[in-house]
């Protein structure tokens, strides 16, 4: 099952992408010994390669970072705390929350301990592992480099590992 999208990896010539699929790539490219690069041709060839990559990914990750910031403004506090009531509900909306919020792995941490006291542990647990997982600016990414079948499976499996184990941690645990 070919899950990964095929497309321009690597580029040839300055400005001239190389597809990875392409059969003259597998042919010509991976056959041949490589000609020594001038330090210069090979500094141009990187710095070609960067812009492409922040060109690629860097508007998917600045638009994942504007949604999350006008949820984190727009939805009131209090309603996000009326659905942390049960131990199965306060998980769904911790791993919502988290999937939504986007914020840096470092301070989820910061921002769960505002949520102890309402939300069950393992609803925070839930908010800890499923944010840095599975976010809006990561799902944009995986779907520049994934295709949408595959980033879909990592959605389902993630999700379902996660609220199971803090399922399990909510009534048998805490």
């Known amino acids: 099952m070919d899950l990964l999208k095929s497309g321009t990896f690597l580029l040839g010539q300055p400005g001239k992408p190389i597809r990875m699929d392409a059969p003259e790539f597998q042919i010509n490219f991976m056959n041949r010994p490589q000609p020594q690069q001038s330090m210069k ?3 141009n060839l990187l710095l070609d390669n960067t812009v492409q990559e922040l060109r690629e990914l860097g508007g998917i990750l600045v638009l994942g970072s504007f949604i999350a910031a006008v949820i984190q403004v727009a939805v009131p506090r209090e309603i996000i705390l009326n659905l942390g009531q049960g131990p199965l509900s306060s998980i769904v909306a911790m791993m919502a929350l988290g ?3 986007s914020i840096c792995s470092t301070v989820d941490s910061f921002f769960a301990l505002s949520f102890a006291s309402t939300f069950t542990s393992g609803a925070i647990l839930a908010f800890l592992v499923f944010g840095p997982m599975f976010d809006l600016k990561g799902l944009g990414l995986l779907l520049t480099v994934f295709k ?3 980033v879909f499976y990592m959605f389902a499996l ?7 184990f803090t399922l399990i941690i909510n009534l048998w645990i805490s």
């Open 41 to 43: 041709a090979r500094l």
């Open 158 to 164: 993630i999700t379902q590992l996660t609220l199971l």
């Open 148 to 150: 949408p079948r595959a």
């Open 99 to 101: 999937g939504v919020i």
